[in-house]
């Protein structure tokens, strides 16, 4: 896998290949599972990569979905650590993975499996992309979508919103991006201080993990550590990679009008994204699971919220919701137990979906 960083496991694909975006980045898509299933395609977070849904130490996503008779497509977007656009590209916001990254993938997976059904799973920043991208008409006909931790209506915490505000105050000095191993930062690099304070919250020894664990200095856990596998706590720093300043602002536009918001509005190349994602939640063609972990720090009840909101506002879209007890933010995914606990509630949805849609095209 050429122009991937090496990491300690590499994921047995069945296939790999580069895309190139209409604005002309290059992203990544693996697909593993049984050939001629229907298709789910998985969408990582900020930060991390689509590594996320595949660690092998323990039984992951694409596993079980690959049990269940799915085929899972894993895309690593241009925020994916794993590309080398993440660190040295241009700087980019939620918008341009909504605009550009979501439709070309979809794309790319429809050349391959023609007319079979296609799922979406999103996590986090993910989700909030597949929110912009859904509402603004650019990914129609999907046959269902499965949203972690947040979607159309974020919300974060007080002191999550206060932090969140000094990161983009970091954007008018020469940081571009947050480090996420902190062996990198150097005991004495002049960032020392900076990295000090981001990691000074949690217990553990491992000053990576607990800076991650808190969000880069977010003030809230981005995951419950007691749910994660000793091989995956211990390489952390391999999982994760650097963090671009650049979205920050666009994440607190989001938080302080509880919505999914266009960033770039009077940019023309923009427009066909909504100013308002929820304003346009009517454009929602497909059944959505609204996911979250019970103890979710770093979105609170967002997709809560987000049921609730949609339920009164769009009884046209279907929409249910599934809160999972003592699970955090992104061990949801990552968590040694999320096998038993959370992707079980993933296929079934997927299974009603599939049932009820090929019940409907017999009928038809
Ligand atoms: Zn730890």
Wanted: net charge negative; charged share 20%.
């Amino acid at each position: 896998m050429t122009g991937l960083r090496s990491t300690g496991a590499e994921l047995a694909a069945a296939e790999s290949f580069s895309f190139t975006t209409a604005d002309g980045v290059q992203l990544r898509l693996h697909r593993v599972g049984p050939d001629d299933a229907p298709a789910v395609l998985l969408v990582h977070g900020h930060g991390i990569s689509s590594e996320m849904f595949a660690l092998p130490e323990i039984r992951n996503v694409t596993d079980v979905l690959a049990e269940a008779g799915y085929q899972s497509w894993l895309l690593d977007w241009r925020g994916s650590s794993r590309l080398p656009h993440n660190e040295s590209g241009r700087p980019y916001t939620v918008d341009d993975v909504a605009l550009y990254d979501l439709p070309a993938a979809v794309d790319r997976i429809r050349e391959r499996i023609g007319e079979r059904p296609l799922f979406v799973v999103a996590h986090c920043i993910g989700a909030l992309a597949l929110a912009l991208s859904m509402t603004g008409g650019l990914l129609p006909g999907l046959a269902g979508v499965v949203a972690q931790g947040v979607f159309l209506t974020p919300k974060v915490t007080t002191s999550a919103r206060m932090r969140v505000l000094l990161g983009s105050e970091l954007i008018g000095s020469r940081m571009t991006h947050l480090d996420s191993d902190f062996r990198k930062v150097g005991l004495w690099s002049k960032r020392t201080l900076l990295y000090a304070a981001l990691s000074r919250k949690g217990d553990c020894p491992d000053p990576t993990c607990r800076m991650v664990q808190h969000g880069w200095g977010m003030g809230a856990k981005l995951f419950e550590h007691d749910q994660l596998h000793a091989r995956t706590h211990d390489r952390l720093s391999e999982l994760f990679g650097a963090i671009p300043l650049s979205v920050l602002p666009h994440l607190r536009q989001m938080e302080l009008a509880h919505a999914v918001v266009r960033w770039n509005v009077d940019d023309e190349r923009y427009h066909a994204l909504p100013e308002n994602a929820l304003d346009q939640a009517d454009r929602i063609d497909c059944p959505v699971l609204l996911l979250t972990g019970s103890r979710n720090e770093a979105w609170l009840d967002s997709n809560k919220l987000c049921y609730d909101v949609l339920s009164a506002r769009n009884p046209g879209v279907e929409v249910r919701y599934t809160e999972i007890p003592s699970y955090g933010h992104l061990d949801t995914f990552i968590g040694r137990g999320a096998a038993l606990d959370v992707f079980g509630h993933i296929v079934d949805f997927l299974d009603e979906v599939s049932a009820r849609d090929s019940t409907s095209a017999r009928n038809a």
